[in-house]
């Protein structure tokens, strides 16, 4: 699989506005739409672009509270790895599940109405999760979205 050096430019464009039309972009690289189009079709086909997602700001929404969890589970083995995972899964508020090397077993990303609201989702819904052993918290004080590195 080789990028050239348009594919990248197309890559890193997207990156900051997926919402961008093959026509707009074709336009800012000296393409047609359809070449455009066929430039990220097959972008597409290869595996490179796995999906577009919509970013919605979770303060806006009325999740005011972001945490970062560092979770270690108590018990080891591959029954209790995937009943964590599967379990953690159903939660609403947990945005991401990261299955992590270090001091952690997963990293977990979640969000919440305010303080208390992420109390009630730490006491009932992950402190009950199967495994849970170690937990820490970070509280999310501010954010820099930036492209991967294309």
Not at 12 to 22: F, I, N, T, Y
Not at 58 to 80: H, M, N, P, W
Not at 90 to 105: F, K, N, R, S, W
Not at 127 to 143: F, H, W
Request: glycine letters at 10%.
């Amino acid at each position: 699989m080789i990028l050239d050096d348009l594919d990248r430019k197309i890559l890193r464009a997207l990156s900051l506005d997926a919402g961008q039309p093959a026509s707009q972009l074709g336009r800012k690289f000296g393409l047609s739409q359809p070449a455009m189009w066929r430039r990220i079709k097959r972008l597409e086909d290869i595996g490179v672009i796995t999906g577009r997602a919509l970013l919605l700001d979770a303060q806006k929404v009325g999740f005011g509270v972001t945490v970062f969890l560092g979770i270690k589970l108590a018990t080891k083995g591959r029954v209790s790895l995937e009943d964590f995972e599967r379990a953690v899964g159903a939660i609403p508020e947990v945005q991401t599940v990261e299955h992590v090397l270090g001091l952690y077993d997963f990293r977990l990303r979640v969000v919440a109405r305010d303080l208390a609201d992420f109390e009630r989702v730490l006491r009932r819904r992950v402190m009950t999760l199967p495994g849970v052993g170690n937990v820490e918290a970070n509280v999310l004080l501010s954010e820099e979205r930036r492209p991967g590195p294309i």
